[in-house]
């Protein structure tokens, strides 16, 4: 079972090209912003995750747009996760124009852990991995 977050972003202004359409780098901001929420909504936002001595580092990102959003829109994104990490994470994305069901773009990232004193790849903090697993039980359990 995955564990989701949705955040709703409006289109800035600089986010567009001159056609007022985003540009398609934007996108991974986006995601950013999905994936920080999600993480903030179970209470490990970055910062405490950093307190640990731990980054989190982007190792791989996709995107499949398949609608442009433009200038002023309203999008929701939705930010998930299904595993919990042994040395990495994948978070899946997935954006919504405002009233819509189909997403504009859909795409992941995968982080590795990295020790913030060497750089060298960790495993994720133990708080980290437990918080995680409790809220996707939880999750089960909800839906079950």
Do not use: C, W
């Not at 972003?9 to 600089?14: G, H, L, P, S, T």
């Not at 912003?33 to 179970?42: D, P, Y």
């Not at 859909?106 to 708080?127: C, D, I, K, Q």
């Amino acid at each position: 079972m995955a564990l989701k977050n949705s955040t709703t972003i409006r289109v800035r202004y600089a986010d567009t090209d001159a056609m007022k359409v985003v540009n398609n780098g934007k996108y991974f901001e986006y995601f950013e912003v999905g994936r920080s929420e999600l993480l903030r909504s179970l209470g490990l936002p970055y910062s405490e995750i950093e307190k640990q001595g731990i980054l989190v580092a982007v190792v791989e990102a996709f995107a499949k747009y398949r609608k442009s959003a433009r200038y002023d829109d309203l999008l929701t994104i939705e930010a998930s996760v299904s595993e919990t990490p042994v040395a990495r994470i994948r978070f899946q994305y997935r954006i919504f124009d405002e009233g819509e069901t189909e997403p504009i773009v859909e795409g992941y990232t995968v982080h590795s852990f990295l020790n913030e004193a060497t750089g060298r790849p960790t495993r994720p903090p133990a708080m980290f991995v437990q918080v995680l697993q409790e809220a996707m039980n939880n999750s089960r359990g909800n839906n079950a």
